[in-house]
């Protein structure tokens, strides 16, 4: 997930898009376990409309995890994806899919869901006129070409591929053979929408309507939203309090500080500084827990620089020169873990990851890495520059760390610097348009639990995040053969040979899988994060 941020503005601003509430204060509201108490969390204002095609960022992605449910649904704690709305997703030949839904659903307006609700948001998220960002989602299906083509206006308003069948039946053909499509389908951009978002859109936006177990009672932009629970959700997953008010902060530092005083409930994201006090802080009320999200250096395989021969030898000895054991136990207090693939461990061996498939190009060798940097004609430049945004994340002080360790294997003081850009947009701008010089920090929190999420969406030729525009012929017959495969551990087993050809040019250095770390009041319990670092808000009982 690209947008794996955290969008900060300035508390208690004028009111937009929802109804306005005050700036709120004080931890939960009452409850004394009964399930009415309400669960106050920190949060940043979403960047985009609460569209589920439209958001791809974390804190809009918390929200539309609590006021909608899709086909299927990842296990907090498994991750697995398992049947929500969906009675059944059928094929024969892992390209035409057949989709049977429950018939006990309905939005919490009352309207009933059918697989018209699906089809037609699928639509929508896909037509090339309504921008949606999270569109190329849909670029599976059949006819993604006609409604949202690279250049040029759309020739068609539908997807072909979308046929409803009856009211709970529709069927799916996609444009080549993607075994493990369904499993996808948890991720909110498939959620299914009403009516009234069609209707009249703008209200629709000023209040969203869904079919989870909270439902949107107001929001003030850069102060809080509040969500309560909708006592006629279907589902099994039904909400263990009486909604949760997500209280807008600007600096994590003082989000931790309200919880400190007892004025906040949740902190979903402790900051750097106070890793090394959180534990003593809160006992057993501190969570540092393996999430599904990847820390890696790319690089500018537009620039030929990067690009010649021998530079694989440059990348893997800069890969080598950081060491990795060092820096997550100084920095990050033991939150992250040392990568040594490109995937995570949440999805397990049977999901794809695999330990070590990196190789030593993972590991920490600082006189192996000097002479791979020297055999390969050194670093372009004579410097190589590490580009991140200033404004969130902490990133100075691990980039700092990275360019120490490997300054250090090398003997040159400024063989690597740090080259801090004011903004996240700004920085993730440069990286979209090919602007950077050098190497750039890479985020990738998953979308969806599948090896296939971590490698096609970033090293496929021309895939939506290849930033770095990377290709390779292999690579990609690999992933397509991977997408083909019906036998889930072939499929696995052909991302892997994939994987080993990373492990072969290494176009992103992998640095360390990160984990979810929280915080909570003792007013609260039953909290924990699910394997994308998010709260499970509905299951949050209030003592």
């Known amino acids: 997930m690209r947008g794996a941020t955290h969008a900060k503005w300035a508390a208690c601003a004028v009111t937009v898009a929802l109804a306005a509430t005050a700036c709120g204060g004080g931890g939960s509201g009452g409850g004394d376990g009964d399930g009415s108490g309400i669960v106050s969390s920190s949060w940043g204002d979403p960047q985009n409309p609460l569209e589920p095609a439209n958001t791809n960022e974390v804190q809009g992605g918390k929200i539309l995890d609590m006021i909608f449910r899709g086909l299927k649904r990842y296990d907090p704690k498994s991750g697995k994806a398992e049947d929500m709305i969906a009675e059944s997703i059928d094929t024969d030949d892992a390209q035409n899919f057949t989709v049977k839904i429950k018939d006990n659903w309905k939005f919490s307006d009352g309207e009933k869901v059918t697989a018209k609700s699906f089809v037609d948001a699928w639509n929508y998220g896909a037509n090339l006129e309504n921008n949606q960002k999270n569109a190329y989602f849909f670029g599976y299906i059949e006819g993604y070409d006609k409604v949202h083509p690279e250049k040029g206006d759309p020739s068609a308003k539908t997807l072909s591929g979308l046929k409803v069948k009856d009211d709970q039946t529709f069927t799916v053909k996609l444009t080549q053979k993607f075994s493990t499509w369904p499993d996808t389908l948890g991720y909110p951009a498939f959620a299914p929408l009403p009516k009234a978002f069609y209707d009249d859109h703008q209200a629709w936006l000023s209040k969203p309507v869904g079919n989870g177990p909270y439902k949107v009672d107001s929001y003030t932009k850069g102060s809080k939203m509040s969500l309560r629970k909708w006592d006629g959700y279907p589902g099994d997953d039904k909400a263990q309090n009486g909604g949760v008010d997500m209280k807008v902060y600007t600096d994590n530092n003082t989000a931790y500080t309200d919880l400190m005083a007892g004025n906040l409930d949740l902190v979903d994201d402790v900051p750097a500084s106070q890793l090394k006090n959180a534990k003593n802080d809160l006992g057993d009320r501190y969570i540092n827990t393996p999430a599904g999200i990847i820390q890696t250096l790319a690089f500018p395989f537009y620039d030929k620089k990067w690009n010649k021969p021998g530079m694989e030898k440059v990348r893997r000895g800069l890969s080598m020169a950081i060491n990795r054991e060092q820096i997550t136990e100084t920095i990050f207090q033991k939150t992250r873990t040392p990568a040594s693939d490109w995937t995570s461990p949440v999805l397990g061996e049977d999901g794809g990851y695999k330990k070590g498939l990196c190789g030593d190009a993972c590991e920490y060798d600082a006189d192996r890495a000097k002479k791979l940097v020297q055999e390969g004609g050194g670093i372009?430049?004579?410097?190589?520059?590490?580009?991140?945004?200033?404004?969130?994340?902490?990133?100075?002080?691990?980039?700092?760390?990275?360019?120490?360790?490997?300054?250090?294997?090398?003997?040159?003081?400024?063989?690597?610097?740090?080259?801090?850009?004011?903004?996240?947009?700004?920085?993730?701008?440069?990286?979209?348009?090919?602007?950077?010089?050098?190497?750039?920090?890479?985020?990738?929190?998953?979308?969806?639990?599948?090896?296939?999420?971590?490698?096609?969406?970033?090293?496929?030729?021309?895939?939506?995040?290849?930033?770095?525009?990377?290709?390779?012929?292999?690579?990609?017959?690999?992933?397509?053969?991977?997408?083909?495969?019906?036998?889930?551990?072939?499929?696995?087993?052909?991302?892997?040979?994939?994987?080993?050809?990373?492990?072969?040019?290494?176009?992103?250095?992998?640095?360390?899988?990160?984990?979810?770390?929280?915080?909570?009041?003792?007013?609260?319990?039953?909290?924990?994060?699910?394997?994308?670092?998010?709260?499970?808000?509905?299951?949050?009982?209030?003592?």
């Open 380 to 543: 372009p430049g004579g410097q190589l520059k590490v580009t991140y945004n200033a404004d969130t994340g902490s990133h100075k002080e691990w980039v700092d760390a990275v360019c120490n360790s490997i300054n250090k294997a090398l003997g040159k003081d400024k063989a690597c610097v740090g080259n801090p850009v004011g903004t996240f947009a700004d920085f993730r701008s440069k990286a979209s348009k090919q602007e950077i010089d050098g190497a750039w920090r890479s985020g990738w929190q998953m979308d969806y639990p599948l090896i296939q999420n971590f490698l096609e969406p970033n090293y496929y030729t021309d895939a939506s995040s290849n930033d770095g525009k990377y290709s390779d012929d292999e690579f990609d017959k690999l992933i397509n053969e991977a997408n083909g495969e019906t036998d889930t551990g072939k499929a696995v087993g052909k991302f892997q040979d994939a994987e080993k050809v990373l492990a072969k040019d290494m176009p992103n250095i992998p640095l360390w899988y990160q984990n979810g770390s929280a915080g909570y009041s003792d007013k609260v319990s039953d909290v924990s994060l699910n394997q994308f670092s998010v709260p499970v808000y509905d299951q949050i009982k209030v003592d």
